[in-house]
């Protein structure tokens, strides 16, 4: 991302990373499974013939309950009988009037389906049996003003086990720390279209991953509902139930707002025809964190839908790119902000650094991320990340620039002076870069791979890439072991000078278990793309893969683009001389191409 702000730095006015929409699920985790019902009805003294009446003065206290809050607010209940757009609705509402003393706005009611528990008569056995079953029931939907989050909606189940959703809006959080700091803003809808100081509000914005979650989610709901947990009247006192609360969804948006419209209006159709035309299916599970074949295909067994689209919308044209239930999404708002936003519905794939949850004074490790809210901290991580590097990769638009610019420091040994413990430093020389070579090919195009943006890669990444993965069944064979320790150190050795070069940076706090294969890595350390490495060596790659005469062929017949070799000046590489067969290179792309990378299909 700062390769684009920093390129962009003369047309835009700020950069803003902070949650937009939220949607929390709270359940009572002992009532949500038959076994649990079953045990709690046990506790409370209710037999199964006695469940559905009970669960029926549950919903009917529960409704007089609401009745009452709305009534008392001035704000009755209004039921809906067909589907209509609730946000609209509420908006509506709001403009006409301003809500009442306890901040409810109103209180809608409609029908739905719902997840619930029913007696089934088993005619083989004669008994009756709790089981689980879809069914419809009322849902309220209470809109108010909360002085901390703004505009809330929670929606409660009047049904046994009374589920409820909350749904939030980061920026509307964020407005109202920027009101109680004085911080000026303007702002449209969801969107900031300018601040006073950025700076200062991106300091607040990050503390919306570190609240106390779990403890807001339950005072928001008992804002409406006080007796939420609590049942009263069972035969035997049972104690209350605390709320488990889960993210549903999450939407991490990354705002970067322009000078002027114009400004925006000029880059964008760039912006939009890159993302579509870079990004292949494969690219886009990657990038959102799926694990892909060293072959860089699709798993023959995967039956997940992967989407890349783009959508005209009132509000301006949207990209998005989407694997199974995560997506990544593009779009300008109100002609002067653009948008990057990461969806997390689903978090299989991803991994948390913590203890087990089972054990929670036990040593932290690399486990699945959870839906609870206690991971919603790492959501944020990976959702930004994911952010920068499409923002950083957008950044590259332009390959108007010669090759010898490119690869002529690349071409030189560096020199690496590292500080030993004892105060003394120690040189180092690696070699040069080969940019035409192959071996180097393969080596650049699996580290620049879109399934490490997020998370990184490890020696082992890259030497089941490179190598190839051992055979199934040879894996405690001596020679093997024996191979891959050779490989290992061979991936270490190219990683090191990828690093010398600037073209690779270890990630901060990332730190794996020992392997099989990793004897002299016992704590090896993540590595992920830099910047650099994103701006100078994809447009290498692109020509390496191509060859520099099917290059330009392609460049010509097929985007109409105007080509042109030249004699070469300063760079005198004997590598890449013999390669380029002492020529050199240089791209004039048309007005509506906007990059080449490898791996788009172009």
């Known amino acids: 991302m700062k390769t684009f702000v920093h390129r962009f730095s003369d047309k835009i006015l700020g950069v803003l990373s902070c949650f937009d929409r939220l949607r929390f699920r709270g359940s009572l985790r002992l009532l949500s499974s038959v076994a649990g019902v079953a045990s709690w009805l046990n506790a409370a003294g209710i037999l199964l013939k006695d469940f559905l009446p009970f669960a029926d003065k549950l919903t009917q206290r ?7 809050f709305a009534q008392d607010a001035g704000r009755p209940v209004r039921y809906l009988e067909s589907k209509v757009d609730k946000e609209q609705l509420v908006q509506g509402i709001r403009d006409q009037q301003a809500p009442a003393d306890n901040g409810l706005i109103t209180v809608l009611s409609t029908l739905e389906t719902c997840q619930s528990f029913d007696i089934f008569r088993n005619r083989d056995t004669h008994q009756i049996q709790l089981r689980r079953r879809i069914r419809k029931c009322l849902h309220y939907y209470f809109y108010f003003e909360d002085g ?7 929606r409660l189940m009047t049904w046994f086990p009374f589920g409820v959703r909350i749904v939030l809006n980061g920026r509307e959080w964020l407005a109202q720390q920027l009101d109680a700091k004085a911080i000026g803003y303007l702002r449209r809808d969801n969107c900031f279209v300018n601040i006073a100081d950025f700076a200062r509000a991106q300091k607040l914005a990050d503390q919306q991953p570190r609240i106390a979650w779990p403890g807001q989610l339950e005072r928001l709901l008992r804002r409406v509902y006080r007796q939420a ?14 709320y488990y609360w889960t993210s549903e969804q999450t939407e991490w948006a990354t705002d970067l707002a322009f000078r002027d419209a114009a400004s925006l209006a000029e880059l964008y159709p760039l912006l939009a025809r890159h993302g579509i035309e870079t990004f292949q299916s494969p690219d886009v599970m990657r990038f959102l964190g799926h694990k892909l074949p060293a072959h860089g295909g699709v798993h023959g067994q995967y039956a997940g839908e992967i989407v890349s689209d783009l959508k005209q919308r009132p509000e301006g044209v949207r990209v998005k790119h989407r694997a199974e239930a995560n997506s990544l999404k593009m779009y300008d708002k109100f002609g002067t902000v653009l948008r990057v936003e990461t969806t997390l519905n689903d978090p299989k794939g991803f991994k948390v650094y913590r203890t087990k949850q089972d054990d929670p004074e036990g040593a932290k490790q690399w486990l699945p991320l959870r839906k609870s809210v206690a991971d919603l901290a790492r959501r944020a991580e990976l959702s930004q990340s994911a952010n920068e590097r499409y923002l950083e990769a957008l950044g590259k638009l332009d390959v108007d620039a010669p090759l010898s610019s490119l690869v002529d420091k690349l071409c030189r040994a560096v020199e690496v002076t590292r500080k030993l413990p004892d105060g003394t430093e120690k040189k180092r020389r690696y070699r040069a870069l080969r940019p035409f070579d192959p071996e180097e090919v393969r080596l650049l ?9 997020i998370a990184g890669f490890r020696n082992r990444d890259i030497r089941v890439g490179l190598y190839g993965a051992t055979p199934e069944g040879a894996e405690e064979c001596d020679e093997a072991k024996a191979e891959r320790r050779r490989q290992a150190a061979r991936v270490s050795r190219k990683l090191a000078m990828l690093r010398a070069h600037g073209l690779i940076n270890p990630t901060a706090l990332c730190r794996v278990p020992r392997n099989a294969f990793d004897v002299r890595q016992p704590d090896a350390k993540l590595s992920q793309f830099s910047p650099r490495g994103l701006g100078v060596a994809l447009p290498r790659l692109r020509v390496s893969l191509l060859g520099p005469v099917d290059f330009l062929d392609r460049l010509v017949n097929e985007f109409g683009g105007r080509a042109a070799v030249k004699p070469p000046a300063s760079h005198q590489c004997r590598h890449c001389r013999v390669h380029l067969a002492n020529r050199q290179l240089r791209v004039f792309p048309p007005p509506a191409l906007v990059a080449f990378a490898p791996g788009t299909g172009n």
Request: glycine share 10%; proline share 8%.
């Open 62 to 68: 529960l409704r007089r309950d609401t009745e009452q």
């Open 148 to 154: 901390r989050f703004g505009l809330t909606q929670v």
């Open 229 to 242: 947990g609590r049942f009263v009247g069972t035969p035997q006192p049972v104690p209350a139930q605390s």
């Open 445 to 453: 195009e699996r580290v620049s791979r879109g399934e490490y943006e």
